[in-house]
């Protein structure tokens, strides 16, 4: 599987974030410009097991604002500013989450 590391209009991105447990937030680039996106916020469709760890996937859109972000190179990928870390694109693999209750 060939990996962009250019963010384009139909990219999703996924903020992973969390102190005792980690999220996952899922986003949808509506509007590219050279220096920012813009991006509608995506339903995460979770599987949590017994030992409070699983899996999360991006899922439709939902309804709100959209959400204009700073685009940034790092690593040799194109990155976003998020609310709680940085926006990267998602490489189409269920992301690992957890849970502490």
């Known amino acids: 599987m060939t990996t962009s590391t250019h963010i384009t209009e139909g990219s999703i991105l996924v903020e992973i974030w969390g102190y005792e447990q980690t999220n996952a937030d899922f986003f949808r680039v509506e509007k590219r410009t050279p220096k920012t996106v813009v991006l509608t916020r995506l339903e995460r469709i979770s599987q949590i097991d017994e030992t409070l760890t ?3 996937v991006p899922g439709k859109p939902l309804s709100g604002p959209t959400l204009r972000r700073k685009v940034i ?9 998020g609310e709680s870390g940085i926006l990267r694109l998602w490489d189409q693999r269920p992301v690992r989450i957890s849970s502490y209750a």
Do not use: D, S
């Open 54 to 56: 699983g899996t999360a």
């Open 73 to 81: 190179f790092h690593q040799g990928m194109e990155m976003a500013n």
